[in-house]
């Protein structure tokens, strides 16, 4: 299947729908990297001209990857549903677009068609739209997941509580828990990045996060960042662990460079459903994306990074994940250059994301050697959460003294809730409260001292004179 | 800055919990203005991130480097990857993976009829000079005794605007059976100067982060050199009898103090289970 346009006295070929796809992506120094951008601006436009007349069904008969080679191709191919399809068929990719943007898909026709729409479809479309169509549908999608209390309901922004500390202290993790905790942070989940994968210290780290959870009586969930083999060895030494964590992308052979398979967290999501911590819901899984990791692995097969980022997204809804979290300004600048790509890619992640029915958040960052600074993560941020975005990190001040980048901060969640009248998780809110950290407003009630709830555990005074 | 460095203003909420500072570089109890960060607070973030912005773009001084191995008795060849400044180095990890011919062709030649090589050792400037020029050798000096005389460790190669795999070229181009990268890791707003360390067996071309192993941000406020030079050297000799590193070889050593580590002096009646390793 070949393709081409004409513009003038230009026409433009493209081999095959993968390199048309690549030629049709919005500019990002990724795909320069892999050779696979379009030559000049014209024959971007040409591509995308040449993309919107392509019928949807497509790429059901043309896989990008291989089905043979490829168990991530196998995956999406043998979930597609035909029946669903069917109000799809007969669209070509522009005509999908302005389906989205239409009174017509409204969120329960968007609910519909999820298992419908594969990757690339997603991909592709997202390279005809611009920023507020990127937000305006994604906005319309509605997607819940739950495990100690409900994320992604209407009007709800979650944050992740991200307490890293460089050499794993237990008292350094725990003071980050606790500012963030008192600034409103944590109901997606508290997950530590651990330094090392020490088993031991995994484990510790696990009874810790436990121990808080527990002994503060908070809705929310745990996770210790680590591979899933370690997950696997530390729920089979009695661990109590929440939610299993993975890093996963859109081929076979990126996910062999993380070092696992499909079958690998199947397993890994047995054993956790099988600990039945969840009081108000199921998912059991976790996991972190990122633009640019397939091509980094060498394992991206021509594709460009966007679809091949869409791709790991249906690795992640086959597990039915409580949070799948776009990593997007993490890898640097020769996969994302500065905070314009940056801010794009996470709202074509965030929409890619919802459109497959995945509870999508982002970890909007930066890291020192990119052309980004703080004034581009207030952008993603506002636009991210305007596009009804599930959830986003909390770290203090930004600054993350473990993997040495910049996300968004405990302050960052604050104001976007402020400006945009949104709310945590509800069983989180009640919460903050009863705990008297927040007001029945919903506005941060802390004082300079601590809220009686926390006097009780914490001794603050011995500190001072120390 | 914590909020108790503030100054008065009605306008700002102070947390008394910032003296949690003590336990943790992190920037907590930060104090608010309305919800938002405090101007003091505020600024020093963006010095912050200046200096870590100018901390990537300083070059790596290779011949002091080397200076400083030779004063621990420690040979060393310079190398240079196929990234010939720091603004292609940035946007062209491929280049930065890959040694030069030239580079490649002088290891095979000086050094890899020499001996039999165990373990060769890259030192690569990375995102970070800094760290490279401050712990390289510190932890050389630590970790080496833990190696020798049970393994022959080749002289140390000395790599600017090298990346991770890199260290697959030169450990092939030596034939050892292991290769040490010892990288700046990308500069944080607090700590301009984390040193990483990379182990990986059989270094060849085309190895994945998979069969890699990593001991992240050593530096004395972080992983400090002994610790590290114990870990590394564990993880060495469990390369070596398993054949193989990488996602199945497992960090179960103890070696992290995990009594000191996992006290929460703040926390009332706190006390986390003591793991015994199977």
């Known amino acids: ?83 669903s399809f069917t109000i799809l068929n007969a669209m070509t990719v522009g005509d999908f677009r302005n389906w989205l943007l239409s009174d017509a898909a409204d969120s329960n026709a968007l609910t519909a068609i999820r298992k419908a729409v594969t990757p690339e479809m997603a991909a ?188 790991a997204y249906a690795v992640a809804r086959a597990f039915d994940p409580l949070l799948v979290n776009t990593v997007v300004g993490f890898i640097g600048p020769e996969y994302l250059y500065d905070g314009k790509q940056i801010i794009r890619a996470g709202l074509e992640d965030h929409f890619c994301g919802k459109l497959l029915g995945l509870p999508m958040g982002c970890d909007i960052c930066y890291t020192n050697h990119v052309e980004a600074d703080q004034d581009d993560m207030d952008m993603l941020l506002t636009q991210f959460a305007v596009a009804g975005g599930t959830f986003i990190m909390g770290i203090p001040g930004s600054d993350d003294v473990m993997l040495n980048y910049q996300t968004t901060s405990f302050h960052d969640a604050l104001y976007v809730r402020q400006v945009l009248g949104l709310k945590p998780a509800p069983e989180f809110e009640r919460w903050l409260v009863r705990n008297g950290i927040f007001n029945e407003t919903g506005g941060l009630a802390t004082g300079a001292a601590l809220p009686d709830s926390f006097q009780k555990w914490l001794r603050l005074e011995q500190q001072h004179g120390q | 800055m914590a909020s108790d460095d503030l100054p008065e203003d009605k306008h700002l909420i102070r947390n008394d919990w910032s003296v949690l500072r003590e336990f943790t570089p992190a920037r907590i109890g930060l104090g608010r203005a309305g919800t938002s960060l405090p101007t003091r ?105 833990l190696l020798q005389p049970q393994y022959r460790v080749a002289p140390v190669c000395v790599a600017e605007q090298g990346r991770v795999s890199l260290g697959d070229d030169v450990g092939e181009a030596l034939q050892a059976k292991l290769v040490l990268v010892l990288i700046g890791e990308r500069p944080g707003l607090s700590s301009p100067d984390s040193l990483g360390i990379y182990l990986t067996w059989q270094p060849r071309r085309g190895r994945t982060d998979a069969d890699r192993n990593c001991i992240s941000n050593v530096r004395p406020e972080g992983l400090d050199y002994a610790a590290a030079a114990q870990t590394c050297a564990y993880l060495v000799a469990g390369a070596f009898k398993a054949g193989l590193s990488g996602v199945q070889l497992k960090d179960q050593s103890r070696v992290l103090e995990n009594t000191a580590l996992n006290a929460i002096p703040f926390l009332a009646n706190h006390s986390l289970p003591t793991i015994i390793p199977e």
């Not at chain 1, 390199?19 to 990002?28: F, G, Y």
């Not at chain 2, 008795?73 to 491929?94: E, F, I, N």
């Open chain 1, 1 to 83: 299947m070949n393709f081409s346009t004409v513009l003038g006295h230009q026409t433009y070929h493209f081999a095959d729908l993968k390199t048309l796809l690549a030629k049709a992506s919005p500019a990002r120094s990724g795909d320069y990297l892999a050779g696979i951008a379009a030559a000049t601006r014209e024959e971007r436009v040409a591509a995308q001209w040449a993309l919107a007349d392509v019928p949807l069904a497509a790429f059901l008969q043309n896989p990008l990857i291989p089905y043979e080679q490829d168990e991530v191709t196998r995956l999406i191919l043998d979930s597609h549903d035909p029946d």
């Open chain 1, 124 to 311: 592709a479309v997202s390279k005809l739209m611009r920023v507020q169509d990127l937000i305006l549908v994604a906005r319309k999608c509605r997607v819940t997941t739950a495990f100690r209390n409900t994320i992604g309901l209407p009007g709800c922004l979650s944050t992740r509580l991200q307490p890293n500390h460089p050499t794993d202290s237990a008292a350094g993790i725990a003071a980050s828990i606790v500012d963030g905790l008192l600034y409103g942070n944590g109901d997606a989940v508290i997950g530590i990045n651990p330094a090392t994968d020490n088993i031991q210290q995994v484990t510790t780290l696990l009874h810790l996060l436990d121990d808080f959870i527990s002994r503060f009586e908070i809705p929310t969930q745990s996770c210790v960042l680590t591979h899933v083999t370690n997950s696997l060895l530390a729920m089979e030494q009695g661990a109590p662990l929440d939610l299993v964590f993975q890093s996963i992308a859109g081929s076979e052979a990126a996910n062999r460079s993380f070092g696992i398979h499909l079958d690998m967290l199947k397993e890994a999501r047995q054993a956790a459903l099988e600990l039945k911590r969840g009081t108000v819901g199921n998912n059991v899984m976790y996991f972190e994306t990122g633009q640019g990791s397939a091509l980094s692995a060498n394992a991206h097969h021509g594709v460009d990074q966007q679809t091949m980022e869409a791709r």
């Open chain 2, 41 to 145: 607070v505020n600024l020093q973030f963006q010095l912050d991130h200046a200096r870590a912005r100018d901390a990537v773009l300083a070059p790596l001084d290779v011949p002091g480097l080397q200076m400083q191995l030779g004063a621990i008795g420690l040979a060393s060849q310079a190398v240079k990857s196929m990234a010939h400044d720091r603004h292609t180095y940035l946007q062209r990890p491929d280049l930065g993976r890959t040694l030069q011919s030239t580079d490649a062709r002088l290891l095979r030649e000086q050094w890899h009829g020499k001996a039999p090589w165990d373990i060769a050792i890259l030192v690569a400037d990375g995102l970070s000079s800094l760290a490279v020029e401050r712990h390289a050798v510190p932890l050389l000096q630590r970790l080496l005794p």
